[in-house]
C-alpha cells in the first residue's frame, strides 16, 4: 500500500509490504497488496551473514529464491538504534531507502520501500526517529 510521511517539512511517499512466516518452509510470504510492488519478491528467507565484509555492517540478509544458481534478491539488514527497526537499501540505480520491522515471536515482517529515495548516512537517525513517530501516530509501531 502506497502512504505518505512528513520528513523535515517534506512529503515522502513509501510502500508498505506485509509479510508473513510459513513454518513449514521458514519462509516469509508476501500478503496480496491492491497493487503489488514489483521490485519486492513474493517470498524472502533470513539467513545469518557470513561474508565477513558484509558482517561488519550486516548481520542478516534477506535473501529471495535461487534461481539456475543465482540469488534472485538480497538486502543485508543493518541494525538501528531503534529495535526492532533495520534498515537496507534496494540495490536499484537510486538506491532506494528500505526499513523493515519484524515482530518480537518474529512471525511477521513489514517492509517499508522508499522508492527513488536516498537517506545519507549522517542523515539516518533522525530519518528513522521521524519515521517510527509517523508509524506511532498510525498505530504501526509497536515499543
Not at 29 to 45: H, Q, S, W, Y
Not at 88 to 109: F, P, Q
Request: charged share 30%; with cysteine.
Amino acid at each position: 500500500m502506497k502512504q505518505e510521511f512528513q520528513n523535515n517539512g517534506k512529503s515522502v511517499t513509501y510502500y508498505r509490504i506485509a509479510f508473513t512466516l510459513s513454518e513449514q518452509s521458514q519462509r516469509y510470504g508476501k500478503e496480496p497488496m491492491i497493487r503489488d510492488f514489483k521490485k519486492v519478491p513474493t517470498d524472502l528467507k533470513i539467513e545469518e551473514t557470513i561474508d565477513p565484509k558484509i558482517k561488519l555492517r550486516s548481520e542478516y540478509l534477506l535473501r529471495g529464491r535461487t534461481v539456475n544458481g543465482k540469488c534472485t534478491f538480497h538486502l543485508g539488514l543493518e541494525k538501528t538504534s531503534f529495535p526492532p527497526l533495520f534498515r537496507s537499501a534496494l540495490d536499484d540505480k537510486k538506491k532506494s531507502e528500505v526499513h523493515i520491522i519484524l515482530s518480537d515471536d518474529y512471525k511477521t515482517m513489514t517492509m517499508y520501500v522508499f522508492n527513488n529515495f536516498r537517506v545519507e548516512r549522517p542523515a539516518r537517525p533522525m530519518f528513522q526517529h521521524e519515521f517510527i513517530e509517523h508509524l506511532k501516530q498510525i498505530g504501526e509501531w509497536k515499543k
